[in-house]
């Protein structure tokens, strides 16, 4: 009987291994030896900013003044803000900005994000459709660095990149770390064969290829994008198209956001089983080991901590049964300094990494309850 803790406790191991150490240094190295670049040269293109706006009065002026100020010619650019369901000021900025060509989508009942996306893509009459989250600002060139892509037929999507406004915070010292990690796995998937997924904050699409998604998708641009490599399609990651985004404020408002979005990753593990099959090849491989795997990474670390101490007997399951039991201790008194205002930069990441993959469960039990809301709750 002994070997049955011993199988579940290597297989776990193995595959955490593999999902935050084994896979990225794969990938990485594949990417090296064997990259498949992509077409991309100087293009200019009509193009359509699409900007869901829900209650964003603290944003929304500067992210019109943001998106205005893009180097990127104005007969070329469309501006979209669909504003639904705003009961603050979002609505009255939004419309003070007509004159420079902004239009507004308001009605009353607020859908969701996907729902807004849907409603404003049969008003775009630009060749690309850019979707942008009202507080994740543009650089100057963002337009310039993402549509170059384009010019190879294959690409149907590219992702910008995301990176965090640096801040004393734990929450923002993890997420920004999260997105540097996150970016370079974006980029060797992206160079080795097709990314996987899109950052919500800021990717383009061709116009022709967008197809409307049920409305209560959790992770909209995730879904999206891997539809369409399911279709043939390669969708790239553009690390030179760079938006800027602040923080959650709070650790509790980074839960909520994580929480859903690992919500959202279970949600899409259903909506693309079909993407599990072998016959998807390197892609099929690169999507389970860099998401799915991810998703379920609680699962494993929970089952080797148990499965080590049915196997204490043994000086070896000793060891590791302590070794974990010693991280998850380091990880509770990174956060009770935290709380006391002590910084220690490696309890933190250790803190942060069991945080986030403590958030994966509370979006498991979100989606197995299916508590979890379409709409957004902004983070405070």
């Not at 990485?28 to 077409?39: D, G, S, T, V």
């Not at 869901?52 to 002026?61: G, K, Q, S, T």
């Not at 996907?114 to 989250?133: E, K, T, W, Y």
């Not at 990474?297 to 196997?311: R, T």
Request: net charge positive.
């Amino acid at each position: 009987m002994r070997w049955i803790p011993i199988g579940i406790f290597a297989l776990s191991a193995f595959l955490i291994f593999w999902t935050y150490v084994g896979y990225p240094i794969f990938i990485a190295l594949l990417a090296r030896w064997r990259p498949r670049p992509h077409r991309r040269e100087p293009l200019e293109l009509p193009v359509t900013l699409i900007v869901p706006a829900y209650n964003e009065e603290a944003v929304i002026a500067a992210k019109l003044e943001n998106l205005l100020a893009l180097e990127y010619p104005a007969a070329l650019r469309e501006i979209i803000v669909v504003a639904d369901g705003s009961t603050d000021r979002t609505v009255e900025i939004v419309a003070g900005y007509a004159g420079k060509g902004v239009q507004l989508l308001y009605q009353p009942e607020r859908q969701g994000k996907i729902a807004a996306m849907n409603r404003a893509v049969p008003q775009a009459h630009g060749d690309i459709l850019i979707f942008s989250d009202a507080n994740a600002m543009m650089e100057p060139d963002a337009l310039q660095q993402i549509l170059p892509n384009f010019a190879d037929p294959q690409v149907a999507c590219v992702s910008g990149e995301k990176r965090i406004r640096p801040a004393a915070e734990v929450q923002a010292e993890g997420e920004s770390a999260y997105w540097r990690y996150e970016a370079f796995m974006k980029r060797a998937d992206s160079l080795v064969n097709t990314a996987i997924g899109a950052v919500g904050e800021f990717f383009a699409i061709r116009r022709e290829l967008y197809r409307p998604l049920e409305t209560d998708n959790l992770i909209e641009d995730f879904v999206l994008a891997m539809r369409l490599v399911m279709d043939g399609w390669r969708v790239v990651y553009e690390p030179a198209a760079v938006t800027w985004e602040e923080a959650s404020p709070s650790l509790g408002g980074e839960w909520r956001r994580r929480a859903r979005m690992a919500a959202g990753g279970f949600q899409a593990i259903g909506r693309l089983r079909g993407l599990l099959s072998p016959r998807y090849g390197l892609t099929a491989f690169q999507y389970v080991s860099h998401k799915v795997l991810r998703w379920l990474a609680p699962f494993f670390m929970l089952a080797a901590l148990i499965s080590s101490a049915f196997l204490t007997a043994e000086p070896l399951f000793r060891l590791l049964f302590w070794g974990q039991v010693l991280f998850y201790v380091l990880a509770a008194l990174g956060w009770a300094l935290e709380l006391l205002g002590w910084k220690c930069k490696p309890l933190r990441l250790i803190f942060y990494f069991c945080f986030a993959n403590a958030t994966m469960l509370g979006g498991f039990v979100r989606y197995v309850t299916r508590s979890q809301s379409v709409l957004w709750t902004k983070a405070r």
